[in-house]
């Protein structure tokens, strides 16, 4: 949010610089992000004098431009060639001098001294454009004779400075979303700090009725949940024309642009006060009546904007007669604003449910000033104070005479926020003893009245705008932030559970493991929001829209669900780093992925709608090996992903030969692998991803995923027992074998085959060579085979080999049809 200066100065008697009052916001809780200093006009028209025109005459090399003489006030007048047709001797103009820079929008150029067609030009005479003080390019600024030469230009226009000073905002603190709220809370700041601070509040004791007996706009609030206050006055008979200078400047400053006298009192007020305010055009009130009201799901409506809107039934409508006019909170409608046409108003002060208006801002994609501040929590005590305010300024600037009654529906009041707070609390939450008179004096500082005091423990009235602050540690927190955290010392005691273990100290090591092993091997971590677009799910099988978990208020279209899997937030990071030339990847993300399984139904197991896992994705793309002296370059391959997966297995002790193997092809692989324990629990799937979803993401190299529950896993893993024994005297013996199988056949039944021939002594099988093509039957391909055996007491003898060979080779052939070569 963006606070004046200046402004602020209004209402706080203020010595400190902007960066002071930076840092001193920052110390309270306001953050300042920065300070900028800001100008009336772009560039503060610094280098730009007043000169007077001596001389001027014709060019000689042209038919357009004049050579002047331009006296500057300095002694020494100045040559200039000038195009304008305007420009004669004896005037006096506006000169930018050697080394001034111009603004036009977001850029700049700068007066050199320069040769136009032959004859030396020290500067430019300017038009109104060229220096932003008007659009017109006519010809130069022509200024009265009583404008003096030497005369800075920034002086001659009263240019003004400014600073911005950007201070963020918490969702908690809404009663400083206006200057007079930072104002209130610096205050509070500095008499606690010593300074004389005093706090200044605009008057509203001119208010009064014009016209008791004239005719007023009447109003029905027919949702006092929605609306439980709703205020309003009629003014007859104002002048809708342009702002006054002090009102744009102060739009202008923080980033608002001016709109008209009537309009920018609102903007104004509301970032004066905090409190939203919408003026209505009285003719487009139909019937002089204004109702609160839902209207019937479906109802159109074009907002300000010129978008055709569809209403919700739970969307609160300012209404007239007919139609609504402005959705309650959020955005005014298209007909019934003000314009210059307009001669009668009706100024709207209301406090609104902020649950209602934050749904309606959310379901139709507005976030406005309005809304933002009242979907945190108005002030609904404020309201009169404000209506008044803004009708004295609409007077004032608009004319016009108040007719009628203040309306006022306020038929449930909302009191102040009543916390009882004792001292020991206080002390031992902070951890300083802080001074009870010091105390008082702070929560007096922050208009928080103490009703009553009884065995050190205090009775308090928190007003309504301070909407966080309902809890004696809200009170607590507001005293310290004042007193100053940096106030509070570090004691020489140590007051901490020295646990030796948590119960999740044994994931966070495994973690750890393998992190640092796949940083090891090359990998990058990467961590993307648990957010992500429904988009994404739109026709998928393997991860169903339907099962995504949606949120109820969404912040955009791209983050409307939560992930069902990690693949998507990995590819988006693929495409960024192939989009800036960083094509050979390796990364890997834990994360947490969550699903809905709809509503709970014993019947169907169902016992929980919603649930989460936690995963970790793996992504390799582009190279293993480039731009090496000693190696030509290769190309990932999702079997070098294979290994990394079963490389993780290996590493938390999960027996390889107990997992099963399944290949299969969806919507998200074009072709996978599927790691399964033996009760078909699954903990790894990997493979190509593929090409249509690499296509939406303009990614056009092949990506290898693989996606691990990391909760099975780590279950797996505990089962594991650490066993030794000695290495064995007797050494192992190697037998090779030649296979024609058919191409359908894997490797791993070939394993699965082997391993349950024999399961003593055959201790490991791998395949070190694969054949497809001439010299073999069509539909066949070769596979060499080693089988490794070892008896870890005795050494193997022939016999024993052959015998346990044939039985491998026998089952083959029954099995797999399998032939040697």
Request: charged share 25%; glycine share 8%; proline share 3%.
């Amino acid at each position: 949010m963006n606070i004046s200066y200046n402004w602020l100065k209004d209402y706080l008697n203020i010595s400190q610089t902007p960066d002071e009052v930076a840092a001193a916001l920052t110390s309270i809780g306001l953050e300042t992000g920065g300070v900028e200093e800001v100008q009336t006009i772009k560039g503060g028209l610094e280098g730009l004098v007043v000169g007077k025109v001596l001389t001027c005459i014709d060019h000689p090399n042209s038919d357009h431009l004049h050579i002047t003489t331009v006296d500057l006030g300095n002694g020494e007048p100045v040559q200039i060639v000038c195009g304008a047709p305007n420009v004669a001797a004896g005037q006096h103009v506006v000169v930018a001098t050697v080394g001034t820079v111009l603004y036009s929008g977001d850029e700049t150029f700068t007066i050199k001294k320069s040769k136009i067609r032959g004859e030396e030009s020290f500067g430019m005479i300017c038009a109104e454009d060229e220096i932003g003080i008007g659009d017109s390019h006519d010809g130069i600024i022509v200024l009265p004779d009583s404008a003096v030469s030497g005369t800075l230009a920034k002086d001659y226009y009263n240019v003004k400075s400014d600073y911005v000073l950007e201070v963020d905002i918490t969702p908690n603190r809404v009663d400083a979303a206006s200057h007079y709220g930072v104002a209130r809370d610096l205050a509070a700041y500095l008499k606690q700090n010593g300074y004389d601070a005093v706090l200044n509040r605009p008057s509203v004791e001119a208010f009064a009725i014009d016209n008791k007996n004239g005719k007023a706009v009447s109003v029905s609030v027919e949702n006092t949940d929605a609306c439980p206050r709703y205020c309003g006055i009629t003014i007859r008979g104002v002048k809708v024309a342009e702002s006054p200078e002090w009102l744009q400047q102060r739009l202008l400053a923080i980033g608002l642009r001016p709109i008209n006298n009537v309009v920018d009192i609102t903007n104004f007020l509301l970032h004066e006060t905090g409190q939203p305010l919408h003026c209505f055009d009285l003719n487009h009130i139909e019937g002089s009546k204004v109702i609160v009201k839902t209207l019937p799901e479906g109802t159109k409506f074009v907002t300000l904007d010129g978008v055709e809107r569809s209403l919700s039934d739970r969307d609160l409508m300012i209404c007239n007669e007919k139609e609504g006019m402005c959705i309650a909170g959020v955005f005014g409608g298209l007909k019934s604003g003000v314009t210059e046409q307009t001669t009668d108003v009706f100024l709207e002060s209301a406090y609104f449910n902020p649950m209602w208006v934050r749904k309606t801002a959310r379901r139709h994609g507005l976030n406005t000033d309005s809304s933002f501040r009242f979907e945190r929590g108005a002030d609904p005590n404020n309201l009169i104070y404000v209506l008044k305010r803004a009708a004295l300024l609409v007077k004032e600037l608009a004319g016009g005479e108040i007719t009628g009654d203040i309306v006022d529906i306020y038929p449930n009041k909302i009191n102040n926020f009543r916390v009882e707070l004792g001292y020991d609390k206080l002390n031992n939450l902070i951890g300083k003893e802080i001074p009870q008179d010091m105390v008082k004096s702070i929560l007096s500082s922050l208009e928080i009245e103490i009703l009553d005091e009884k065995d050190g423990v205090l009775t308090l009235s928190v007003p309504t705008y301070r909407v966080d602050v309902q809890r004696d540690v809200d009170v607590i927190e507001d005293i310290l932030r004042i007193y100053g955290y940096n106030n509070v010392e570090f004691t020489d005691s140590v007051h901490s559970n020295l646990s030796y273990k948590t119960l999740t100290d044994e994931n966070h090591r495994l973690y750890n493991l393998i992190a640092g092993q796949l940083t090891g091997c090359g990998f990058n971590e990467i961590m993307n929001n648990s957010l992500t677009k429904s988009a994404y799910y739109t026709s998928l099988v393997s991860y169903p829209e339907q099962n995504c978990v949606t949120l109820l208020n969404p912040l955009s279209n791209d983050l409307n669900v939560m992930r069902q899997t990690l693949l998507f937030g990995g590819l988006e990071s693929l495409a960024y780093n192939i989009n800036r030339r960083r094509p050979d990847l390796k990364f890997y993300e834990f994360g947490n992925c969550y699903y809905f399984n709809g509503e709970a139904d014993t019947s169907k197991n169902v016992l929980a709608p919603y649930s989460e896992s936690q995963n970790l994705g793996l992504w390799i793309t582009g190279n293993r090996v480039s731009g090496s002296w000693a190696h030509p370059d290769e190309k990932s391959t999702v079997f070098e992903l294979k290994g990394y997966v079963e490389n993780i297995f290996v590493r938390l002790g999960i027996d390889m030969k107990k997992l099963q193997f399944t290949q299969v092809s969806d919507d998200l692989f074009d072709a996978a692998l599927v790691y399964t324990t033996r009760d078909g629990k699954v903990l790894a799937k990997f493979g190509l991803v593929s090409k249509k979803i690499l296509r939406a993401f303009d990614i056009e190299t092949e990506v290898s995923y693989a996606e691990m529950n990391w909760a099975l896993i780590v279950k797996e893993s505990a089962r594991h027992k650490v066993t030794f024994s000695e290495i064995s005297k007797f050494p192992p013996v190697k037998r090779d074998l030649a296979l024609l199988i058919d191409s359908s056949v894997q490797f791993a039944e070939i394993e699965k085959v082997a391993y349950d021939t024999e399961r003593k002594l055959l201790k490991d099988v791998y395949l070190f060579d694969v054949y497809e093509g001439k010299n073999l039957e069509a539909g066949k391909k070769s596979y060499a085979v080693s089988f490794i055996l070892q008896d870890e007491t005795k050494t193997l003898n022939d016999k024993q080999i052959e015998s346990i060979m044939n039985r491998i080779i026998g089952n083959l052939q029954n099995k797999l049809d399998a032939k040697l070569r």
